[in-house]
């Protein structure tokens, strides 16, 4: 997450220094030829500041991602960002344009929320709980309150995180030979 974080810094100046050419990699909704800023759009953000609102919670929750696997966390995180990328491209405002990784925030902190849970792991269920503590108010976000903030991205991006605990759970080794009965 640091060598990520690092990359969207890299990103932002490079975007800052021409000018913001980069933030046409933000995602315009319904826009056939858009699908393909899908990906590219959880890289580029609109400012500093709001580069640097996503890479604390950003660094936080996805090293906590990685506690369970760098590969599997690298899942999470594709699969956060296609979801989220792609609710933003179905349910933008028309004329909008969306970047940045605070979908992959959300996502993060949806996963981390349910991986325990879904695993039947106590460990992770307690980290999710901590999450839930620490970051609980991130919730606030998926409302439409805020003129200029893509609740679209923040409620996809959950959503992708919540689906990726599913869709990449573990099971237990030998869990259903323990549960079959006489």
Do not use: C, K
């Not at 997450?1 to 810094?9: D, E, F, K, Q, S």
């Not at 491209?89 to 879904?118: D, Q």
């Not at 003129?147 to 996809?156: D, E, I, M, P, R």
């Amino acid at each position: 997450m640091t060598g990520w974080v690092a990359v969207l810094w890299a990103l932002e100046a490079v975007d800052t220094a021409s000018g913001h050419a980069l933030d046409t990699f933000g995602v315009s909704p319904r826009q056939v030829g858009e699908l393909r800023d899908v990906v590219p759009a959880a890289f580029v953000h609109f400012g500093f500041d709001h580069l640097a609102a996503n890479s604390v919670p950003l660094l936080v929750l996805g090293f906590l991602a990685a506690l369970s696997g760098v590969r599997r966390s690298l899942a999470v995180v594709l699969v956060i960002v296609l979801v989220g990328g792609l609710g933003v491209w179905l349910t933008a405002p028309t004329h909008s344009t969306t970047g940045g990784a605070s979908g992959v925030v959300f996502g993060l902190f949806g996963y981390l929320l349910v991986r325990g849970f879904v695993d039947r792991r106590a460990g992770d269920i307690v980290i999710g709980v901590l999450v839930a503590v620490v970051y609980g108010s991130l919730l606030w976000g998926v409302l439409p309150t805020a003129a200029g903030v893509s609740w679209q991205g923040h409620l996809f991006g959950l959503l992708g995180g919540v689906g990726a605990a599913f869709a990449l759970r573990r099971t237990r080794a030998g869990a259903e030979g323990e549960r079959q009965g006489a």
